[in-house]
């Protein structure tokens, strides 16, 4: 190994390096020398020093340390350090009676291991090799650390690109609807005030205002004369208005890592406390909560705004309506936290 091979930029200024040797003369002998290849050295008789002056000094790219020691010996210190300070590179020095130790050392996270006594030239060369293979392995790190966070930013934007795709689709079908324009997100913003009255907060609420936005994205599938049928609908047509929150959950099914409580609540939002809703007749407790919470705001702007089989009621007519369905359809304390946050401020773009 030529001696002139540049180690990597950890050598280059002053790079910290410990020297660990319980004796004065060798621990001096390989201070200078490492001093000429421009390291800022410290120095420690033992393990134990070894390890208050790291946590004083903090990680070092390198440390080269004797194996036999008092206190603690070079592989006990060897094994603290691995831990503590996994970056650094640490170079074993040991008589030739140790080689097989040395050897172990290798399996144990050692950088390389040097017999005594040590030459100029050779420690030298040791020296740059590890710190290469040192350099070398932070980089691969880093690159690694990129591409993850690389991976990670496409993830997000592809399911921003996709989820601003869906709203989209929620708005543009409604947009072609007078009855139900608007509805999606009125049930989203009661929902989510329902939820923050209930406690809900951070991400769950998040899910629960998006799974409000999205909750009819199913209807999509179902169609129109159905979907505006001012009479009573026949056994198949009602059958197809049920098909409309699997629909939904499939179409939605990229969000099922992400956001699976959105998934819920497009599946479930049907669903009646008493197992008489659609699609899986779930009762009670079984229904996720964010489906009931849901329900509710479904249940209240579906009649407080006008259909084509019916004229829209007043909201405190609702509100009793709520109360009256409580414990039968609708979750009871989903509905009382709404009735008391009831009237919920709407912004002017959801008016139009
Ligand atoms: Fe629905």
Same mark, same amino acid.
């Given at each position: ?53 790291? $946590? ?14 008092? $206190? ?6 060897? $094994? ?273």
């Amino acid at each position: 190994m030529p001696t002139s091979h540049p180690a990597q930029p950890v050598v280059a200024g002053s790079a910290k390096c410990l020297v660990v040797d319980d004796e004065p003369g060798v621990r001096g002998f390989l201070i200078r020398m490492l001093q000429t290849q421009g390291f800022q050295c410290f120095e420690a008789s033992s393990g134990q020093e070894a390890l208050r002056v790291l $946590e004083r000094i903090g990680e070092p790219p390198l440390i080269v340390t004797d194996m036999r020691m008092p $206190e603690m010996d070079g592989i006990s210190f060897l $094994e603290v350090v691995r831990v503590r300070y996994p970056d650094t590179s640490v170079i074993m020095l040991s008589g030739v009676s140790e080689t097989t130790t040395a050897v172990d050392c290798l399996h144990r996270g050692a950088a390389d291991f040097l017999l005594k006594p040590v030459s100029m030239s050779e420690l030298q060369a040791r020296v740059s090799r590890a710190l290469e293979k040192r350099a070398l392995v932070l980089q691969n790190r880093g690159y690694q650390e990129t591409l993850e966070r690389q991976v990670h930013e496409q993830a997000v934007r592809i399911q921003e690109l996709f989820l601003q795709g869906v709203q989209m689709l929620a708005r543009a079908l409604e947009a072609k609807d007078a009855y139900t324009r608007g509805h999606s997100i009125r049930v989203s913003q009661y929902a989510v005030a329902t939820a923050s009255r209930l406690g809900f907060s951070g991400v769950s609420l998040d899910g629960i205002r998006l799974g409000g936005e999205l909750h009819d994205i199913g209807k999509i599938g179902t169609r129109e004369a159905v979907l505006h049928k001012p009479g009573t609908l026949t056994e198949e047509e009602f059958r197809q208005i049920t098909e409309h929150p699997l629909l939904g959950e499939r179409m939605l099914s990229p969000l099922a890592q992400e956001s699976p409580d959105v998934l819920r609540i497009v599946r479930s939002h049907h669903e009646r406390l008493d197992g008489r809703g659609f699609p899986d007749g779930l009762r009670g407790e079984k229904i996720p909560i964010e489906a009931r919470i849901v329900a509710v705001a479904d249940a209240f702007d579906a009649m407080t705004t006008r259909r084509p089989y019916r004229e829209s009621r007043p909201p405190t007519d609702a509100l009793t309506e709520l109360r009256r369905v409580a414990g039968s359809q609708l979750d009871p304390d989903a509905v009382e936290a709404f009735v008391e946050v009831y009237p919920i401020p709407q912004p002017a773009e959801v008016c139009v």
